[in-house]
């Protein structure tokens, strides 16, 4: 497991609101990257595709989906999606301050998305 790849438990996803039912549909099928602990920890992009996957069949729940879309929401927030902007050979100062402030508002970003993980880790659910 590369130190970069984001992670997630059980625990964690109930945080985020699911069910401790839901939590182990989702990650059954899943390979866990690691063990922390008596908690199996899985990669956060398998975990999101199992997301979409049990969210697409046709017989869960509306209740369910909410959640799973919640569920989704906070995933996603946690995976560092952010491209890096091509500097041109012109820039400009304000196009400097621009990228500087891109990149502190995405430092901001993922510190937030791992403080709610860690919340999420701890049991509380905050939306």
């Known amino acids: 497991m590369d130190a970069s790849t984001p992670t997630t438990t059980r625990k964690q996803l109930c945080g985020y609101g699911a069910s ?13 990257v690691a063990k922390s602990g008596n908690a199996y920890v899985y990669a956060l992009n398998q975990v ?10 046709a ?7 909410q959640t799973l879309e919640q569920l989704l929401t906070q ?3 946690r995976i560092d999606n952010v491209v890096s902007l091509v500097p ?5 100062e304000v196009g400097d301050v621009t990228q500087q402030l891109l ?8 510190a937030m998305a ?5 919340v999420a880790s701890m049991g509380g659910h905050k939306g």
């Open 20 to 32: 401790r039912y839901l939590a182990r549909k989702l990650t059954r099928s899943l390979e866990p």
């Open 48 to 57: 999101v595709t199992a997301v979409r996957d049990y969210s697409a069949r």
């Open 59 to 65: 017989r869960v729940q509306l209740t369910t989906k």
């Open 75 to 77: 995933l996603l927030s």
């Open 88 to 92: 041109n050979s012109n820039q400009t």
């Open 103 to 110: 990149k502190q508002m995405h430092r901001t970003d993922k």
């Open 114 to 118: 791992e403080l709610k993980a860690t």
